[in-house]
């Protein structure tokens, strides 16, 4: 199984990386580090910085925004809750990992954008507009900030799931040593629980921000999909685009053969690395948390 999957993804790697072969060779490092995106027959000009950029605001921000809330949950679930309630609300949080992602797109577009115009990106473009990241033209919700909350909602399920793993693979015998000393259930909590735990926090965190970079429908419904250099983050409520929007936008108008198409493989090359590279890392780190012997945590 694990040959078979590992073969897989050397055969997806190789093809990509055989795709992106033509616009590379033209381009060179300027497609790794431009900032236009031409796609006109005669002056096609490539750059795929912008929507790196894109990428990596869009994933930061749903972190920023979903992981408290994701460890919260976790931790009311496992330190709190009352056992009635523990099922239920587990069940509920695990039911958001179900909605597909075109369906957070549409409530977004159709629903929670105009919310988040009136009551966040209005007030704060009107009285704070002269900081940078307020600033820009008047908000109409297709913009960073609105796929960023709606991308923080969809990656807490995996978050939540996992630290709550996390956090209840901790001894309790760290608990009864903490209690046993004078600390309040919050310095358990904040102090032991949670620190001892740190390491498959973290990869948790790593896990959602995974997800958060390959998110490709509810973004390319809500970001606002800039091109070229305007894609480039410099306010929160300015439209831009990430990796996985441009190709869900662009690759079915691009003609087989063409530079234009391998521009697209390229930027799908780049995703599959970083990717990859985040989702490794924070595997590693959450087995190695959650392996517990003896009663301790590894």
């Known amino acids: ?3 078979s999957a590992l073969a897989l993804l050397l055969i997806i790697g190789y093809e ?25 027959e ?32 976790a931790v009311f679930l496992v330190e709190m809750s009352p056992r009635a309630l523990r099922v239920p609300i587990s069940y509920l949080v695990e039911l958001l990992a179900a909605v597909p992602s075109v369906i957070y797109g549409l409530w ?3 629903v929670f954008r105009f919310i988040l115009v009136d009551y966040i990106e209005k007030p704060l473009n009107t009285y704070f507009g002269w900081i940078p990241i307020f600033g820009g033209p008047t908000p109409i919700g ?8 709606v991308l923080a909602i969809m990656i807490i399920p995996t978050v939540a799931s996992v630290t709550k793993e996390v956090v209840a693979a901790v001894p309790n015998s760290i608990r009864e040593g903490a209690y046993s000393i004078g600390a309040t259930k919050w310095e358990v909590i904040r102090h032991w629980v949670l620190s001892y735990g740190r390491s498959g926090i973290f990869g948790a965190v790593i896990l959602g921000l995974g997800r958060a970079v390959g ?73 190695k948390v959650l392996k517990v012997k003896g009663g301790a945590v590894e």
Do not use: C, H, K
Not at 44 to 68: M, N
Not at 248 to 257: M, Q, R
């Open 16 to 40: 990509l990386a055989s795709g992106s072969g033509s616009v590379i060779r033209t381009f060179g490092a300027d497609f790794f580090v431009g900032t236009q995106w031409v796609p006109n």
């Open 108 to 110: 977004g577009l159709f």
């Open 142 to 149: 297709l913009d960073l900030f609105t796929a960023s909350v």
């Open 1 to 3: 199984m694990a040959a």
């Open 215 to 287: 998110e490709t429908m509810a973004v390319a419904m809500l970001i606002g999909n800039a091109q070229g250099a305007a894609a480039i983050p410099t306010s929160l409520f300015a439209p831009s685009q990430t990796m996985a929007s441009l190709i869900a936008n662009g690759f079915l108008e691009a003609a087989p053969g063409s530079l234009q198409i391998s521009a697209y493989i390229g930027v799908g090359l780049i995703l599959l690395i970083m990717s990859l590279s985040i989702n490794l890392g924070a595997r590693v780190m959450v087995t």
């Open 42 to 73: 005669g002056r096609e000009i490539y750059g795929a910085l912008p929507y790196l950029l894109g990428t990596i605001a869009s994933s930061g921000l749903a972190l920023l925004f979903g992981v408290p809330l994701s460890i919260g949950i």
